[in-house]
């Protein structure tokens, strides 16, 4: 995961002048992070002579007013960074002694026997005095402003390796006596520069390091064995880092090789030993206390189409020098699954196909064939009926006493003139008879069929009388 912080951190520390101090940067991660430190926006390095960046931490030696401000240790991992923060005051006992001799009033001012407010030297634009270490090559120029303001109006005098500069090597002039020019720089040029600014209540100094260097003609170097293979799972998160020697700041850029038959798919490709490459964003190159440089990438989410080779690309206006690495991506573990077919008919075998319609027809055919050979059978009572022999559907049951006999003989025309007769006998004739008959007999019959899976056919017939 992400370096973390392992313990508690004093944000604010103070040091005396000419004193060591430690700060540390209690970090820990897995893997372990990479530490980098920086003072004002500004990373320190190997040129920082009495900076020194340990395991635990940073060590300064010989503290000077200068060193105060605001530090950062930034540790870094393949999966995030963290950050811890310190402010840096420096205490001046001698500063602070001259300054008792006079009576301090409101606001930090002071003020003398005859009432005059004075006020002690300050830096008006610190803004500008933040980049206190300073690489340029021969030939070149610079400026070091120490811009000041104080009552009375405060004097500053220039010194290089704590000596005094001569009015030609300062090329004093009024109107800029608070910068220090220094043009066609020579190797002998480099040292420490110090501005001093003073006045009656107070002073205060700055110093600048100035490093002159000497052109070189050889191309950036990559150290180290990055950057290496790497296997990532589906959907993680993996970097490769690449390490590079350089007498000036190199551009590191990140190249991913592109398939052949896929250059349609990218705007632009560049030919890097014979091969096409895309070009990939690039993030901040680290500075790193040996001199060298680091960058890194950083692979999130990884998919099948990030797989490949990738290649750190080193470049100075001397040349450039690259190193490949090959990325595996392992397959989803979990696939998206098939979709569904709409249909499972056409994953039945054709016979079945076949057969399930015409054994349909089949029976069918066989149920309306046995049904028209039962209209031609002659019907018994219904209530001698065996269970399983179905009525015929041309017999008429008419409910005449208790043995509901049934009249078989005569169809339903006849059948219904032999009730109107009776009728209009009137009761006198069939006393027994009267109060079974109907005026109308019959009003509905349908017949119901009945298939059994033992192959047995049932038939029932109902018929509806209505008074």
Same mark, same amino acid.
């Given at each position: 995961?992400?370096?973390?912080?392992?313990?508690?951190?004093?944000? %604010?520390?103070?040091?005396?002048?000419?004193?060591?101090?430690?700060?540390?940067?209690?970090?820990? !991660?897995?893997?372990?992070?990479?530490?980098?430190?920086?003072?004002?926006?500004?990373?320190?390095?190997?040129?920082?002579?009495?900076?020194?960046?340990?395991?635990?931490?940073?060590?300064?030696? +010989?503290?000077?007013?200068?060193?105060?401000?605001?530090?950062?240790?930034?540790?870094?991992?393949?999966? !995030?960074?963290? =950050?811890?923060?310190?402010?840096?005051?420096?205490?001046?006992?001698?500063?602070?002694?001259?300054?008792?001799?006079?009576?301090? *009033?409101? =606001?930090?001012?002071?003020?003398?026997?005859?009432?005059?407010?004075?006020?002690?030297?300050? &830096?008006?634009?610190?803004?500008?005095?933040?980049?206190?270490?300073?690489?340029?090559?021969?030939?070149?120029?610079?400026?070091? #402003?120490?811009?000041?303001?104080?009552?009375?109006? /405060?004097?500053?005098?220039?010194?290089?390796? =704590?000596?005094?500069?001569?009015?030609?090597? $300062?090329?004093?002039?009024? #109107?800029?006596?608070?910068?220090?020019?220094?043009?066609?720089?020579?190797?002998?040029?480099?040292?420490?520069?110090?501005?001093?600014?003073? =006045?009656?209540?107070? +002073?205060?100094?700055?110093? @600048?390091?100035?490093?002159?260097?000497?052109?070189?003609?050889?191309?950036?170097?990559?150290?180290?064995?990055?950057?290496?293979?790497?296997?990532?799972?589906?959907?993680?998160?993996?970097?490769?880092?690449?390490?590079?020697?350089?007498?000036?700041?190199?551009?590191?850029?990140?190249?991913?090789?592109?398939?052949?038959?896929?250059?349609?798919?990218?705007?632009?490709? $560049?030919?890097?030993?014979?091969?096409? &490459?895309?070009?990939?964003?690039?993030?901040?190159?680290?500075?790193?206390?040996? !001199?060298?440089?680091?960058?890194?990438?950083?692979?999130?989410?990884?998919?099948?189409?990030?797989? !490949?080779?990738?290649?750190?690309?080193?470049?100075?206006?001397? *040349?450039?020098? &690259?190193?490949?690495?090959?990325?595996?991506?392992? /397959?989803?573990?979990?696939?998206?699954?098939?979709?569904?077919?709409?249909?499972?008919?056409?994953?039945?075998?054709?016979?079945?196909?076949?057969?399930?319609?015409?054994?349909?027809?089949?029976?069918?055919?066989? $149920?309306?064939?046995?049904?028209?050979?039962?209209?031609?059978?002659?019907?018994?009572?219904?209530?001698?009926?065996?269970?399983?022999?179905?009525? /015929? %559907?041309?017999?008429?049951?008419?409910?005449? *006493? /208790?043995?509901?006999?049934?009249?078989?003989? $005569?169809?339903?025309?006849?059948?219904?003139?032999?009730?109107?007769?009776?009728?209009?006998?009137?009761?006198?004739?069939?006393?027994?008879?009267?109060?079974?008959? @109907?005026?109308?007999?019959?009003?509905?019959?349908?017949?119901?069929?009945?298939?059994?899976?033992?192959?047995?056919?049932?038939?029932?017939?109902?018929?509806?009388?209505?008074?």
């Amino acid at each position: 995961g992400p370096p973390r912080v392992a313990d508690k951190v004093i944000h %604010r520390q103070s040091v005396r002048l000419g004193r060591t101090i430690k700060l540390p940067c209690p970090v820990e !991660g897995d893997p372990p992070p990479l530490t980098m430190w920086m003072k004002d926006g500004r990373t320190i390095h190997s040129g920082w002579t009495r900076f020194r960046i340990l395991q635990q931490g940073l060590k300064i030696k +010989e503290v000077e007013s200068e060193d105060a401000g605001t530090y950062i240790c930034k540790a870094t991992n393949g999966f !995030g960074s963290t =950050n811890v923060n310190y402010t840096l005051i420096v205490i001046d006992d001698a500063s602070s002694g001259k300054d008792s001799q006079v009576p301090e *009033g409101s =606001n930090g001012e002071y003020e003398d026997h005859s009432g005059k407010q004075w006020a002690r030297p300050r &830096f008006t634009q610190p803004a500008k005095m933040r980049r206190r270490v300073i690489a340029r090559p021969v030939g070149s120029s610079i400026r070091l #402003k120490c811009v000041a303001s104080g009552n009375p109006r /405060p004097d500053i005098t220039w010194l290089k390796d =704590n000596k005094p500069l001569t009015p030609q090597e $300062i090329g004093e002039n009024k #109107k800029k006596k608070w910068t220090l020019n220094l043009k066609n720089l020579k190797p002998e040029d480099s040292g420490k520069y110090t501005c001093r600014v003073f =006045n009656k209540v107070g +002073e205060i100094n700055a110093t @600048y390091k100035v490093e002159v260097i000497q052109r070189t003609r050889s191309k950036p170097i990559l150290t180290g064995t990055h950057p290496v293979n790497t296997t990532v799972d589906y959907g993680g998160t993996t970097s490769f880092q690449c390490k590079v020697r350089s007498d000036v700041k190199p551009v590191i850029q990140w190249l991913k090789r592109v398939e052949y038959g896929t250059e349609s798919k990218y705007n632009s490709t $560049i030919d890097v030993g014979g091969q096409k &490459f895309v070009v990939l964003p690039t993030g901040e190159v680290w500075s790193r206390p040996d !001199g060298s440089y680091l960058n890194k990438l950083m692979i999130t989410r990884a998919k099948e189409e990030d797989a !490949g080779m990738y290649i750190c690309l080193g470049a100075n206006t001397m *040349g450039y020098s &690259f190193r490949s690495a090959f990325l595996t991506v392992l /397959p989803d573990p979990k696939p998206p699954s098939a979709p569904v077919p709409p249909s499972s008919a056409s994953s039945l075998p054709w016979p079945v196909i076949i057969g399930i319609p015409a054994g349909a027809v089949f029976i069918f055919g066989t $149920i309306l064939l046995w049904l028209c050979q039962t209209k031609k059978k002659p019907c018994s009572p219904p209530a001698a009926a065996p269970a399983h022999r179905p009525p /015929p %559907r041309d017999r008429i049951c008419v409910p005449q *006493g /208790p043995d509901k006999d049934c009249i078989s003989s $005569i169809n339903y025309e006849e059948y219904v003139a032999q009730q109107q007769h009776l009728l209009s006998q009137g009761p006198a004739l069939a006393p027994a008879m009267a109060s079974k008959m @109907y005026p109308k007999i019959y009003t509905d019959i349908h017949t119901h069929t009945h298939s059994h899976v033992e192959g047995k056919v049932h038939q029932h017939q109902h018929i509806q009388y209505q008074c």
